[in-house]
């Protein structure tokens, strides 16, 4: 797969200041070095990209619709470059046997429909050799909003938020390992880091193991680290802005 050294020394130098804000931003709110994981963005980016992504030693990218993702799986498959894809934008239930074949973690599920549908993708992926590892390790979009478009279990619904738990939690194929959260444009960014973290604690606590928490992006990741995310989610922070054309 062929990129030009221009562009790889330029995500090269973006990945190195990337990691260096991640670990500032760690220390300034007296995290643990490396208890951030930096989950690259490559939507709307050439599989060239990815593939440079691959050589700087990142095994796992996040994209946003399933045949975007799915294009560049094959492509990179093709041309032997090993890559893990996460889902992270929203998923039609109709889409999520597809989704079940390639993706190595879903970041964006919001109902129980969905958690099932998946499960049953998962076992069918499995059953037709698509798939060689036979847990998905799911997070649970929260929504702050009520915006059905952008997606999210609505944060302030307890009861079906603990069906949706339940639902990816006691499915066959499925891990429930966390929550993550977009902030909507109109909120304080903190406020929802800050309740998504407290939602997240709780049903650690209630299920005895650590959970992870997928917030913050290019423009908010040192305020979502300061506020207790594990994952921040950067795309136009390391690739730049999406391609012409």
Same mark, same amino acid.
């Given at each position: 797969?062929?990129? !030009?050294?221009?562009?790889?020394?330029? *995500?090269?130098?973006?990945?190195? +200041?990337? +990691?260096?804000?991640?670990? &500032?931003?760690?220390?300034?709110?007296?995290?643990?070095? #490396?208890?951030?994981? *930096?989950?690259?963005? @490559?939507?709307?980016?050439? &599989?060239?990209?990815?593939?440079?992504?691959?050589?700087? #030693?990142?095994?796992?990218?996040?994209?946003?619709?399933?045949?975007?993702?799915?294009?560049?799986?094959?492509?990179?498959? &093709?041309?032997?470059?090993?890559?893990?894809?996460?889902?992270?934008? +929203?998923?039609?239930?109709?889409?999520?046997?597809?989704?079940?074949?390639?993706?190595?973690?879903?970041?964006?599920?919001?109902?129980?429909?969905?958690?099932? #549908?998946?499960?049953?993708? /998962?076992? %069918?992926?499995?059953?037709?050799?698509?798939?060689?590892?036979?847990?998905? =390790?799911?997070? *649970?979009?929260?929504?702050?909003?009520?915006?059905?478009?952008?997606?999210?279990? =609505?944060?302030?619904?307890?009861?079906?938020?603990?069906?949706?738990?339940?639902?990816?939690? !006691?499915?066959?194929?499925?891990?429930?390992?966390?929550? /993550?959260?977009? =902030?909507?444009?109109?909120?304080? =960014?903190?406020?929802?880091?800050? &309740?998504?973290?407290?939602?997240?604690?709780?049903?650690?606590?209630?299920?005895?193991?650590?959970?992870?928490?997928?917030?913050? /992006?290019?423009?908010?990741?040192?305020?979502?680290?300061?506020?207790?995310?594990?994952?921040?989610?950067?795309? @136009?922070? %390391?690739?730049?802005?999406?391609?012409?054309?």
């Amino acid at each position: 797969m062929e990129f !030009t050294d221009k562009r790889r020394d330029e *995500i090269a130098a973006k990945w190195e +200041q990337l +990691q260096s804000q991640v670990r &500032a931003a760690e220390e300034k709110a007296g995290r643990n070095p #490396g208890s951030v994981s *930096i989950l690259p963005v @490559t939507k709307f980016h050439p &599989a060239s990209d990815v593939a440079v992504l691959a050589e700087l #030693g990142i095994d796992l990218v996040g994209e946003n619709r399933e045949q975007e993702a799915r294009g560049k799986v094959e492509e990179l498959t &093709a041309a032997g470059v090993e890559m893990r894809f996460a889902m992270i934008g +929203q998923i039609q239930s109709k889409k999520a046997n597809a989704v079940a074949r390639w993706a190595s973690e879903v970041h964006s599920v919001d109902s129980v429909k969905l958690a099932g #549908g998946l499960d049953r993708g /998962m076992a %069918l992926a499995l059953e037709r050799g698509d798939r060689t590892t036979d847990t998905l =390790p799911c997070l *649970i979009q929260l929504s702050f909003d009520d915006d059905t478009n952008r997606g999210g279990v =609505p944060h302030d619904d307890a009861e079906l938020l603990d069906s949706v738990v339940a639902a990816v939690d !006691t499915a066959e194929h499925l891990l429930f390992d966390g929550f /993550m959260v977009v =902030p909507p444009r109109e909120a304080e =960014p903190g406020e929802v880091f800050a &309740a998504s973290k407290s939602i997240c604690d709780a049903y650690a606590e209630k299920l005895g193991r650590s959970l992870r928490l997928s917030a913050g /992006m290019s423009g908010d990741f040192e305020d979502a680290i300061a506020h207790g995310s594990t994952v921040v989610r950067v795309g @136009t922070g %390391l690739l730049g802005a999406r391609p012409v054309g």
